[in-house]
């Protein structure tokens, strides 16, 4: 039973549309590699980059719902920063006090501070005399501990309530980073059930997955540690400028000659990285994609032993992954060095002129102590912000796949329509569809389906069988024509109301992880106890249930390997008995099945397509001799139609299908004996 959610595509209808790939390969658009050749190294085409600078406004348009959030934070960051920089500049009369009263200690006691400087002048000491004018000083007088103690104390004030202000930013920031990733997350599953089942068919399932799981939880972590940084580093590099041009307009000056210096390498630097850290993420989707198909098919791997291939395959792109990374990592991480080697000059250089300004008189020894420290709070969030950049590029390399999903085409667009109930008549009016526009499968095709009966799909492999149930379910949508459900064009309904009342039976059966009660109970949620085990009665689950550990509560992995083919089989046309559909389609319902539980499962069947409309793709045509109408069909077109009698009176394409089935066994027991045209019928 289809997911009233409208989420098939990536479950059961994945899986329907894999039953017919297998051997309709020309029928499937060019874009779409085979399960071998992906799994043997023939990834998908190289992806190309989207440019840094819209990705990542892109990126923080998602912090948009946020945005009351973000002014806080940014007002918390203003503050703390302020407070964090007007520090050093206390913290610089602080020296200066205790080197005021150092000097002062040496001069002699009762003499006033024109009287030194005079003196001093007088010995021809004009650069001591310089210094002495400019401090605040008292002959004789040593260092003042209750004022050095108010200045230590209001400096501890301020950085501690910096501190607290900024613990206080960086928690409402990290929140409102989460929530987006938890919207994005949203966003994403979302957009999954809305992207047509040929979207899934041109993915392999490791490169979604990939960017569902890993690049978005590296955009998270980008997000977390670079926007909080770089608001701080911002705010800082501006409050430590202004701060600069206080104490000192001239040694400002020197200082800003890095930003340049450090735009010029940053911006070098970071256009290379980019597209090797976009190169890390597609390899890291190829490996994931190759492993999951791998672990996946593991059995078939070792039954044509082809561990040597796989294990070539994974250590190529292994191989890959490792040059893309080590490349980006290292070309990102040269950034850091060369940020510190500007700032390590830059330190020099102040420090240098402005011991020469202090030894001239014309700064006081603790602005140029602040001015030092300035000058490496000026430098650090550059390097910082440098250090960021592999981060930040990283995440944005994520966001551009992430958004390569998000602005992927998505279904038609869907209607509102409710469906009533329904007497079950289907009908197709000059249909014409193809999977490549270049290869028409369906021309023009019309078939009507009665209420009630049972219309049996056969033909060759590749001939359009399951084609035709999927655009029943409108997992396709249709080059021409139209398809009516009771006189409504189907493409009036809503994808939800229409799947919801169709039932499925598939030849790949899939079963989720959980216990085999909610696999049963997945058709219809709101079935009690009792429906769910008359269902499995039904059905001949409950012969086998028994027989294991937890009967009804036994827990089904996600691959179903605890439980044998058939028995999966069985569990899914419980779902859909208990679905009770009003429309049903059997795509070889039990063709994993043995002989003798087909049997029983077929009387299953015929009560449970009683008073519905059933289509029935069969191989095995003995299973489909009850049926009310028998559609041959090949090339995607109807070839011949009837009932099982009318057709082989007929000796058409159904009649050599049907003997082709026997002729076999009749050639073993009578080589030279022609088959019989009416033999098969008993």
């Known amino acids: ?101 150092i000097i002062g200690k040496q001069l002699p006691v009762g003499a006033s501070k024109e009287q030194v400087v005079a003196g001093l002048r007088a010995e021809g000491n004009n650069t001591f005399a310089d210094m002495v004018a400019r401090l605040d000083i008292i002959p004789g007088r040593g260092i003042d501990f209750d004022r050095l103690g108010e200045i230590l104390l209001l400096a501890l004030v301020l950085f501690f309530a910096s501190s607290v202000f900024l613990w206080i930013q960086g928690y409402l920031l990290n929140g409102a980073v989460q929530r987006s990733i938890f919207a994005m997350r949203n966003e994403v599953e979302a957009k999954i059930n809305r992207l047509p089942l040929s979207y899934f068919d041109r993915q392999t399932r490791g490169e979604l997955l990939s960017r569902v799981t890993n690049d978005i939880d590296n955009i998270s972590q980008a997000l977390q540690q670079t926007l909080s940084q770089l608001l701080t580093s911002l705010l800082t590099v501006i409050g430590v400028t202004v701060m600069m041009f206080i104490v000192s307009p001239t040694l400002a000056l020197i200082a800003l000659v890095t930003i340049p210096v450090s735009v010029l390498i940053t911006g070098a630097i970071g256009k290379r990285s980019q597209k090797l850290f976009v190169n890390q993420w597609k390899t890291t989707g190829e490996l994931n994609g190759h492993i999951e198909e791998a672990f996946t098919g593991h059995a078939l791997v070792k039954v044509f032993g082809r561990q040597r291939e796989v294990q070539a395959v994974f250590a190529d792109k292994n191989a890959d992954l490792y040059t893309a990374s080590f490349g980006a990592q290292f070309v990102s991480g040269i950034i850091m060095p060369a940020m510190m080697f500007v700032g390590n000059l830059n330190y020099v250089v102040i420090a240098v002129v402005g011991g020469l300004r202090v030894a001239s008189g014309t700064m006081n020894l603790g602005d140029v102590q602040a001015f030092i420290q300035y000058s490496r709070m000026f430098t650090q969030p550059l390097t910082q912000v440098a250090s960021m950049a592999n981060l930040l590029q990283s995440g944005v390399a994520s966001a551009e796949r992430v958004f390569e999903v998000l602005d992927a085409e998505e279904e038609s667009v869907e209607a509102s329509g409710a469906l009533n ?145 058939g028995e999966k089989q069985l569990i899914t046309i419980a779902r859909a008995f208990l679905a009770d559909p009003a429309l049903l389609i059997l795509d070889e319902a039990t063709s994993s099945v043995d002989t003798r539980t087909e049997v029983l499962v077929q009387h299953a069947m015929a009560a449970l397509r009683t008073d519905r409309t059933s289509f029935v793709i069969a191989h095995r045509l003995s299973t489909i001799r009850d049926a009310d109408v028998i559609l041959v069909m090949e090339h995607g077109d109807i070839v011949e139609q009837g009932s099982h009698d009318e057709l082989l009176d007929r000796e058409g394409h159904y009649f050599e299908l049907y003997n082709s089935q026997f002729a076999g066994a009749s050639e073993e027991s009578a080589p030279d004996e022609a088959v019989p045209a009416g033999s098969p019928r008993s």
């Open 421 to 565: 109930p329904i007497r079950g008549r289907v009908e197709f009016e000059h249909v014409a569809f193809s999977y490549d526009p270049a290869k028409p499968l369906i021309t023009d095709l019309s078939l009507q389906a009665e209420p009630g009966s049972t219309v049996a799909i056969v033909g060759p492999t590749g001939a359009g069988k399951t084609t035709l149930v999927n655009l029943i379910m409108r997992f396709y949508e249709l080059d021409g024509g139209r398809i009516t459900l009771d006189g409504v064009d189907i493409t009036t309904i809503s994808r939800a109301a229409l799947r919801s009342s169709i039932g499925m039976v598939l030849q790949d059966s899939w079963l989720f992880h959980g216990t085999i009660r909610d696999n049963i109970a997945y058709g219809r949620p709101t079935a009690t106890e009792q429906e769910i085990l008359a269902a499995a009665e039904a059905t001949y689950v409950d012969r086998f249930v028994h027989s294991l550990p937890d009967g009804y509560d036994t827990v089904i992995d996600e691959e179903g390997s605890n439980v044998s083919a």
């Open 1 to 101: 039973m289809t997911d009233t959610r409208d989420a098939k595509p990536a479950t059961e209808s994945a899986a329907l549309a894999a039953q017919e790939n297998k051997a309709k390969a020309p029928e499937r658009p060019k874009y779409q590699p085979s399960p071998g050749s992906r799994m043997f190294g023939q990834g998908p085409a190289p992806e190309k980059s989207i440019s840094f600078g819209p990705s990542l406004r892109r990126l923080l348009g998602h912090l948009a719902p946020e945005r009351v959030i973000m002014a806080l934070v940014i007002a918390l960051a203003v503050v703390g920063i302020l407070m964090s920089v007007v520090g050093p500049r206390i913290l610089g009369w602080a020296t200066d006090v205790i080197f005021t009263g």
